[in-house]
Structure formats: structure tokens, C-alpha cells
């Protein structure tokens, strides 16, 4: 067997030095408290958990360790807006592929408006289909990104894309997200997508309050309770919006 380029990012540990305030943010955080190592599959990892669990808190640092800046985009992108130092990408060691990823990018939902911002004022939409990301819906600019801007060979975070997809842009992603994989692409996503998380050739691990763990699509919350919502819709409102 030839040595394998992908993951191009295989595994980070974390090493809490003596300095740590456990009792601050992140550490808090039993995801982030708890963390020792976690190895990363080839073509997609997915992050789940409940909201709070810590998921972009890791994925933000994972990005700051690997170069990106805080608010997400390219490794290009530099934006001064970061709300505060996230000293736990210091902690983090990094085991890279000898193969260095030919592209990047750090998608957050939350502030992809001002990297769209930013993006204008450069005048740099070559990369994103020659038109400014503000003129086009939440749903488009993302698409357009995925679509325009990842060139392959890359390694992608993306922290909740779902938020500004339709389900029927939802399948749409999957089959951009396996172009890209089938491009030695390697993926790190965090989201709460039923939809997004069905892509098979994938690790999920499961934030929550006892640290991570993997767990298989069919056994998380997203699966068993939307399909269990859609088939039985009918009584489960009956059982949520019964009066007091
Ligand atoms: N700057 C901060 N200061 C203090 N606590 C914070 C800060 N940022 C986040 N937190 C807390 O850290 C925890 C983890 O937040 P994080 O954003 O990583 O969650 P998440 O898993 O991404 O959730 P979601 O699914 O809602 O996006 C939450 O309880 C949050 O309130
Ligand atoms: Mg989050």
C-alpha cells in the first residue's frame, strides 16, 4: 500500500499546558475539557451535538491552528473583527499528510456576510462566479461558493452549511461535497442536517457531555427523531402542543 495524501489533516491532540483556567471558556465546555485526541476520516468528519455542545468552538480553533482567520474564507481572507483569542488553538497538535492541501476554506454561517463584505471590497469574485455575494439570497451565496470557489484537492471546514439551504439544495451539497471528495477533498462539517449527515463515506462524532464520541448515522438524534417526526407527525403535535 503507497502512502495515502488524504486525510490531509489526520489527527489533532491536544495538549493542555499547566496555564489552563478550567474553570473559563472554553474548558468549560466537556467537549473542549475532556478532549485528548481526535482522528479525522479521509473524506468527510461531521461534528453533532446539542446546541452549546462545542462544536464550532473546535472546529474554530482546529481552523485557527491550521491558518485561517477567525471569521472564516480563505487562508487569504484576514478580517480584524474576531470577538476574542481562542488560546485552545494553542493546545492543539496538528498531525498534517506529507501532502499539503492545494485549497482551503473556513465557512462559518455566522459570518459569511463579512467575508462577503470583504470579498467586495478587494473585488474578488472571480473565484465566486463574478458577482458580489451580497446580490445574491443566503442559499445562492453558498452555493456559489461551493461551487465556484472550492477548486478541489482541498481541505474544507464548514460550520453548519445547512443553515442557508433548501433540502432540495441540501442534495444539492451532497453531491457538490462527493465531487469534491472523489477531488481528494477532505471535509470537517459541523451540523445539525439529517440530510447532510446520510453522506456515507464519513466519521460522525457525537459531541456532548461526557466528551466525543463516533457514532453511527442511524443511531444519532437527527436520524431517529426526524424520521420518527415524519412518519407520526400527527400524534407528536398532538404530544407537543397538548394544553397544560
Ligand atoms: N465567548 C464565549 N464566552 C463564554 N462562553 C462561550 C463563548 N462562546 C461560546 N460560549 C459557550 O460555549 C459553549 C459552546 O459553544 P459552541 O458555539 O461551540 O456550541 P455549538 O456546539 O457550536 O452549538 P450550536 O449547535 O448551537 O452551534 C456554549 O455553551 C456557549 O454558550
Ligand atoms: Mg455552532
Redesign the pocket.
Known amino acids: 500500500m503507497g502512502l495515502q495524501a488524504k486525510p490531509y489533516l489526520q489527527r489533532i491532540t491536544a495538549l493542555f499546558g499547566d496555564h489552563v483556567d478550567w474553570d ?3 474548558y ?2 466537556p ?1 473542549v475539557r475532556n478532549l485528548e485526541s481526535i482522528g479525522f476520516h479521509p473524506d468527510v468528519t461531521f ?1 453533532i ?12 480553533s482546529i481552523a485557527l491552528a491550521l491558518g485561517f482567520s477567525m471569521e472564516g474564507g480563505t487562508r487569504n481572507v484576514r478580517l480584524n473583527t474576531a ?2 483569542d481562542a488560546p485552545l488553538f494553542e493546545a492543539l497538535r496538528l498531525s498534517q499528510s506529507f501532502r499539503t492541501p492545494r485549497d482551503g476554506y473556513f465557512f462559518r454561517a455566522e459570518s459569511f456576510h463579512n467575508v462577503a463584505t470583504y470579498m467586495d471590497e478587494v473585488d474578488y469574485l472571480h473565484g465566486y462566479g463574478d458577482r458580489s455575494l451580497h446580490s445574491r439570497s443566503h442559499g445562492e451565496a453558498f452555493m456559489a461558493v461551493l461551487l465556484n470557489k472550492f477548486q478541489g484537492k482541498g481541505l474544507y471546514l464548514l ?2 452549511p445547512e443553515a442557508a439551504l433548501s433540502p432540495n439544495r441540501q442534495l444539492a451539497a451532497l453531491t457538490a461535497i462527493h465531487q469534491l471528495v472523489e477531488d481528494e477533498s477532505q471535509f470537517i462539517i ?1 451540523t ?1 442536517s439529517p440530510i447532510l449527515l446520510a453522506y456515507p463515506n464519513a466519521k460522525i462524532l457525537l ?1 456532548d457531555g461526557t466528551g466525543i464520541t463516533e457514532v453511527a448515522y442511524e443511531d444519532t438524534e437527527h436520524y431517529a427523531i426526524t424520521r420518527d417526526f415524519l412518519n407520526h407527525y400527527p400524534r407528536r403535535l398532538e404530544q407537543l402542543l397538548k394544553p397544560e
Open positions: 473559563r471558556h472554553p468549560t465546555v467537549a461534528f451535538g446539542e446546541n452549546g455542545a462545542g462544536k464550532s468552538t473546535l472546529l474554530e470577538r476574542e460550520d453548519e459541523a445539525h459531541f
